[in-house]
Nanobody
Framework: QVQLVEFGGGLVQAGGSLRLSCALS????????MGWFRQGPGKEREFVAA????????NYADSMKGRLTISRDNAKSTVYLQMHSLKPEDTAVYYC????????????????????WGQGTQVTVAS
């Protein structure tokens, strides 16, 4: 059974940085494309970033492009999301997700492509 656990959320001041981590267990991490999504208060879940199985292909939401770096360490079965210049509107629960069906270069922005989800980690950006 695939399990995803996110780490690294918390409270940060506007303009600050935060790094989220997500560890996968129960299967071979390098077989999965990985994605990050978020859901803010009163909002629908939205795409943040994704990375292909090998890490060679990345995909970012336009709203956050330039402020994010997604990366992965297949030896540690972990995907990371480095966020910079955070804004109060970035406040949300951030979820990582794993996709087994996409090809080698897939890094989908569609939540429907992802098969497993973590429980989420809260990120709060104070103004």
């Amino acid at each position: 059974q695939v399990q995803l656990v996110e780490f690294g959320g918390g409270l940060v001041q506007a303009g600050g940085s935060l790094r989220l981590s997500c560890a996968l267990s129960g299967s071979t991490f390098s077989s999965f494309a990985m994605g990050w999504f978020r859901q803010g208060p009163g909002k629908e879940r939205e795409f943040v970033a994704a990375i292909s199985r090998s890490g060679g292909n990345t995909n970012y939401a336009d709203s956050m492009k330039g402020r994010l770096t997604i990366s992965r360490d297949n030896a540690k079965s972990t995907v990371y999301l480095q966020m910079h210049s955070l804004k109060p509107e970035d406040t949300a629960v951030y979820y990582c997700a794993a996709d087994f069906r996409l090809g080698e270069t897939g890094a989908s922005s569609s939540s429907g492509d992802y098969d497993w989800w973590g429980q989420g980690t809260q990120v709060t950006v104070a103004s």
